[in-house]
């Protein structure tokens, strides 16, 4: 499985961006998805997922401010950030394959940037 992460940029505070992260398999709609972020210094932190079934869960640091989605016609997950802060700086990474807790995951988009300035 191959991941492509997109959509990352420059965004003043309170405002919004669309991740995208699409798949080159087919059978990608069987995969849960998730993103995670990396912030300078910092480890890499799962933020939202989203189960083959559509079921999600969120890091409570974005709950009600980001939304993860998902076409599987398209073999692509969304993330919508929306009400962004400025320590929500971060490279953005999606990924599949994951082990039940998400510690590790098979397969890895190469990341996007996403900063947020105050």
């Known amino acids: 499985v191959q991941l492509q992460a997109s959509g990352g940029g420059l965004v003043q505070a309170g405002g919004s961006l669309r991740l995208s992260c699409t798949a080159s398999?087919?059978?990608?709609?069987?995969?849960?998805v998730a993103w995670f972020h990396e912030a300078p210094g910092k480890e890499r932190d799962l933020v939202a997922r989203i189960t083959s079934g559509g079921s999600t869960n969120y890091a409570d640091s974005v709950k009600d401010r980001f939304t993860i989605s998902r076409d599987n016609a398209k073999n692509t997950v969304y993330l919508r950030m929306d009400s962004l802060k400025p320590e929500d700086t971060a490279i953005y990474y999606c990924?599949?394959?994951?082990?039940?807790?998400?510690?590790?995951?098979?397969?890895w988009g190469q990341g996007t940037q996403v900063t947020v300035s105050s």
């Open positions: 398999l087919r059978a990608f709609n069987v995969y849960a």
């Open positions: 990924a599949a394959g994951c082990v039940p807790d998400y510690s590790t995951c098979a397969y």
